[in-house]
T-cell receptor, first 112, second 115 residues
């Protein structure tokens, strides 16, 4: 069974204080790893897809990296508007089936 | 609209009543998912539709839950004889599976409260 574990559950940062969120996964053949951002009262919003170990993607203050067992979401010099819950998800190779398994998320709070 | 639309945004019902939740996916997206998100929990997969294939219902928690997708577009999730433990946010997502990539676009969800 595919599993996704995110840590920490919650993270409080001062504005400008860089940090990383972790996503550990076990999957029978990774097809893709996804990062989403979820604001209160809204559905998750897509950020990145990573496909193979060593791959990196960046968007503004966010950078996602991938190894064979985990992914990191690095946040550089965060701002209060980066406060949200960040979700990680994996999609496995499973024939034609496109099931995606989500982690429970890391709730990030950036203090001005 | 260009995004995934869900209705109603909020639903309060009494225990034992049936409810229907609606999802309008992004036009042209062939895949549609339903998830349940309880307070402080991750997204729990419920059901998945892909084109004309039989849906994957492996995530439905009981036979009180069912879903259909008409004409490959709009989907309805039905919960019969609601229980208090059904209270959660129900999220719908659609995606266009292309080249193996499966980026899901989510609606804002329906918050269900069972009294």
């Amino acid at each position: 069974e595919d599993q996704v574990t995110q840590s920490p559950e919650a993270l409080r940062l001062q504005e400008g204080e860089s940090s990383s969120l972790n996503c550990s996964y076990t999957v029978s053949g990774l097809r893709g790893l996804f990062w989403y951002r979820q604001d209160p009262g809204k559905g998750p919003e897509f950020l990145f897809t990573l496909y193979s170990a060593g791959e990196e993607k960046e968007k503004e203050r966010l950078k996602a990296t991938l190894t064979k067992k985990e992914s990191f979401l690095h946040i550089t010099a965060p701002k209060p508007e980066d406060s949200a819950t960040y979700l990680c998800a994996v999609q496995a190779h499973s024939g034609g089936y496109q099931k995606v398994t989500f982690g429970t998320g890391t709730k990030l709070q950036v203090i001005p | 609209g260009a995004g995934v639309s869900q209705s109603p945004s909020n639903k309060v019902t009494e225990k034992g009543k049936d409810v229907e939740l609606r999802c309008d996916p992004i036009s042209g997206h062939t895949a549609l998912y339903w998830y349940r998100q309880s307070l402080g929990q991750g997204l729990e997969f419920l059901i998945y539709f892909q084109g004309n294939s039989a849906p994957d219902k492996s995530g439905l928690p009981s036979d009180r839950f069912s879903a259909e997708r008409t004409g490959g577009s709009v989907s309805t999730l039905t919960i019969q004889r609601t229980q208090q433990e059904d209270s959660a946010v129900y999220l719908c997502a659609s995606s266009l599976v292309r080249g193996g990539e499966n980026i899901q676009y989510f609606g804002a969800g329906t918050r269900l409260s069972v009294l």
